[in-house]
C-alpha cells in the first residue's frame, strides 16, 4: 500500500461513522466505454458500458476536514465566500464567481496561473424542464478528466505557444463543488 493510499485510509477511518449507499460502477470490459454529456450525434448512443451498483461506505469527512488536502486525499473542504446572488446567472457567475474560484485556487495551490473554464449547475428538477441550463446529477461514479483530456484541456483554452509550454510542467486540472442554496455546515 503507497503513502497517498495509507493516508487516505487513515483519514477515512477517522471519520466517524460510515453509512452504506449502493454507487453504479462501469463494469470491465473488452469494449471501450464512452459516455456524451449532451445530447449525441444523431444515431448514436449516448452511453456504451454496463453499469453495476456497489455497496460502499461513505464517511462525513467534517470530522478530519483539517487532515484533507488535495495533495494527499485529492481533495479538501474549505470555506469560501461568495458574492453571487443567482448561480443559475451565467453570466454572473462568469464575472463574479470565476474570479472568486480563480484567488480560491492560487491560495490552495500556490498556482501562477488558474484558468476557470467551465461550470455546470446540478438540479434534477429543473434540468428535467430544460431550464436556466441545469443538468442532472451524475448517476456514476465517473472522472471528469483522462490522461488524453486533461492536456487537451489546456490547449483548448490556452494560447497554443502557452499550452505547450505549461505542459511540459505539472498542471492539475480540479473541480469546485458548492451548495447552491447556502453553505453545508461542518
Not at 111 to 131: C, I, P, S, T, Y
Amino acid at each position: 500500500m503507497d503513502r497517498i493510499s495509507e493516508s487516505h485510509e487513515a483519514a477515512g477511518n477517522r471519520a466517524g461513522t460510515a453509512v452504506e449507499a449502493a454507487l453504479n460502477y462501469l463494469e470491465a470490459s473488452n469494449e471501450k466505454p464512452v459516455y456524451y454529456a449532451y445530447e449525441p450525434p444523431v444515431g448514436t448512443p449516448r452511453s456504451t458500458g454496463k453499469f453495476a451498483a456497489h455497496t460502499v461506505p461513505i464517511r462525513n469527512v467534517r470530522e478530519i476536514v483539517r487532515e484533507l488536502s488535495l495533495e494527499r486525499q485529492g481533495f479538501q473542504l474549505t470555506h469560501q465566500e461568495t458574492s453571487v446572488r443567482d448561480f443559475y446567472d451565467q453570466d454572473e457567475v462568469k464575472a463574479t464567481y470565476y474570479p472568486e474560484v480563480e484567488r480560491l485556487l492560487k491560495d490552495a495551490t500556490g498556482a501562477e496561473k488558474v484558468v476557470v473554464f467551465d461550470h455546470q449547475v446540478r438540479n434534477a428538477e429543473l434540468a428535467k424542464r430544460g431550464e436556466k441550463n441545469a443538468r442532472e446529477y451524475g448517476r456514476a461514479v465517473h472522472n471528469d478528466y483522462t490522461a488524453k483530456s486533461g492536456p487537451r484541456r489546456v490547449r483548448d483554452h490556452l494560447p497554443p505557444a502557452e499550452a505547450e509550454e505549461r505542459l511540459q510542467n505539472r498542471f492539475a486540472e480540479i473541480n469546485v463543488w458548492r451548495p447552491i442554496r447556502g453553505p453545508i455546515e461542518s
